[in-house]
């Protein structure tokens, strides 16, 4: 069983109210998404982990999800190349920040693209959405990489979401949170599959700390379905994180 040690956060600039977003839910309000945000490192305070929280960065309005930037596993660290020009420039002001914790870095170049959002451990397994922010190359030269490194990985299409872990979350012990398509997808089949309903669909968007589970408020059959595995559920309110998403894409 996997223990996570250190989580990396970065503070919401004041330019994420104009980030990317097809939400249709208005705009986020600054203040209160500070304050959930804040709602969340606190989470996070209670399972067991070193924060790290970087400064704000204005000149990326996305840069708080630090985690498409940065693919972390056990063995190395790899610097992605988003897939949205707005964010390109942004991964490369993690590299000083993966040395404090990896000897190894690895880099995505172009003509690859890769968003970490679109990628999901499952052990020594790396699942890899192949998506608009994440193309066929971006997601050879992961799996190249962590081949190097001892690990695998295998491209899942995405017909309909934006990212892989936009409808699915490995909870371990063989559990498998999944929304939408990815219900049925085959290669995940072989996983006990608690369903996130249509109605309850951005519950997906949650995480395994440390045998915690933090996921968003208000969603009450996710959560109950999630206690009865066994698990500490933490809900955080993210009213203003969900205005700031991209939630269907086109059928590639």
């Excluded at 959930?36 to 840069?63: F, G, K, W």
């Excluded at 985690?67 to 992605?80: F, G, N, W």
């Excluded at 490194?149 to 299409?157: C, D, I, L, N, R």
Aim: net charge negative; proline share 5%.
């Amino acid at each position: 069983m996997r223990k996570f040690e250190h989580v990396v956060c970065r503070t919401p600039c004041s330019q994420i109210v104009n980030g990317i977003t097809s939400a249709n839910l208005g705009k986020p309000i600054y203040k209160e998404l500070l304050d959930q945000h804040n709602s969340y490192i606190r989470a996070l305070q209670t399972c067991e982990v070193d924060i790290t929280i970087l400064p704000s960065l204005e000149d990326y309005p996305d840069s708080v999800f630090v985690e498409d930037v940065a693919l972390c596993t056990p063995k190395c660290a790899i610097v992605t190349l988003p897939g949205a020009d707005s964010r390109c420039g942004e991964a490369s002001l993690m590299t000083p920040v993966l040395r404090r914790f990896y000897e190894h870095i690895e880099c995505i170049q172009a003509p690859g693209t890769l968003d970490a959002g679109d990628v999901m451990m499952v052990g020594d397994h790396y699942y890899i959405g192949a998506s608009t922010r994440t193309n066929a190359e971006g997601a050879a030269q992961l799996i190249a990489i962590l081949n190097k490194y001892g690990m695998t990985g295998s491209v899942v299409k995405l017909e309909k979401g934006l990212h892989l872990k936009t409808g699915l979350t490995y909870l371990e012990n063989n559990n498998l949170l999944a929304a939408g398509e990815f219900i049925s997808k085959p290669e995940f089949q072989k996983y006990n599959i608690v369903v996130v309903p249509e109605e309850e669909e951005y519950a997906a968007n949650c995480i395994w700390v440390n045998e915690n589970v933090i996921m968003p408020a208000g969603y009450p059959i996710t959560k109950a379905n999630i206690q009865k595995l066994g698990y500490n559920v933490i809900e955080v309110n993210a009213s203003e994180f969900r205005k700031h998403v991209v939630v269907r894409r086109s059928v590639a």
